[in-house]
């Protein structure tokens, strides 16, 4: 079986860095809790990270409260591990896969090829109002040192109008443009309107599966 997931053509021209989008992985039931679905769907996302080559990198998650937090991983990493309270996770290591789950939210990868350094964000409504990403982005650059006129930024498939009242993806892209960066790309895709590859907790009302958002820098 082909394994379900999406990589971006700007993100892919960036050789120091790896990155993927999964979508639906068929055939799992996904009517649940969040907890007992991620586990359901671990063992297909753990073969599309080996398939990627970071299969075997710690994996750095954001606890994910649609807040505006983020969680600095400025020394290596040995295990897995979850940052409580955090809606983003920035780093200046290789071999650190981070990881956002999102199932309508955006997931924003930001990649500062210079320095290097990256950083990999979750945004919904909520967290586009609190500015998640322009904290992400100011924390790289007074962490890392990072240039936003140096950075890529990259919004995954997200839920939109029609489906959705507010285009946070537009205020994330202004949020970003603000603080200098000149390079964004948008997937420019709803996630409600495509159930077939992607999940919706709208469209689905709640009870449905989550996409992972990978970055890691090589």
């Not at 039931?29 to 679905?37: A, Q």
């Not at 907790?201 to 989550?210: C, F, I, M």
Request: hydrophobic share 40%.
């Amino acid at each position: 079986m082909q394994l379900p997931f999406e990589q971006f053509p700007a993100l892919s021209t960036v050789e120091i860095c790896r990155h993927v989008f999964t979508q639906r992985i068929p055939g799992i039931d996904v009517s649940n809790d969040k907890p007992e679905v991620l586990k359901r769907l671990d063992s297909a996302h753990r073969e599309i990270r080996k398939a990627i080559g970071v299969g075997d990198w710690p994996l750095a998650t954001a606890q994910q409260v649609h807040g505006n937090k983020i969680a600095v991983v400025d020394t290596s990493l040995k295990t897995d591990k979850e940052f409580p309270g955090r809606d983003g996770i920035i780093t200046n290591q290789r071999g650190v896969a981070l990881g956002i789950y999102v199932a309508d939210c955006c997931a924003i990868y930001i990649v500062d090829p210079k320095t290097p350094a990256i950083g990999l964000v979750h945004s919904g409504r909520k967290g586009t109002g609190l500015g998640v990403v322009r904290n992400a982005i100011t924390q790289m650059i007074d962490h890392f040192g990072s240039d936003p006129a140096n950075m890529m930024v990259q919004l995954s498939p997200c839920i939109r109008p029609p489906h959705y009242e507010v285009d946070f993806a537009a205020e994330i892209a202004r949020q970003c443009r603000t603080l200098g960066v000149k390079e964004i790309h948008d997937s420019s895709i709803c996630t409600a309107c495509d159930l077939d590859r992607y999940y919706s907790y709208r469209a689905e009302k709640g009870k449905t599966g989550r996409m992972l958002a990978l970055l890691g820098l090589l």
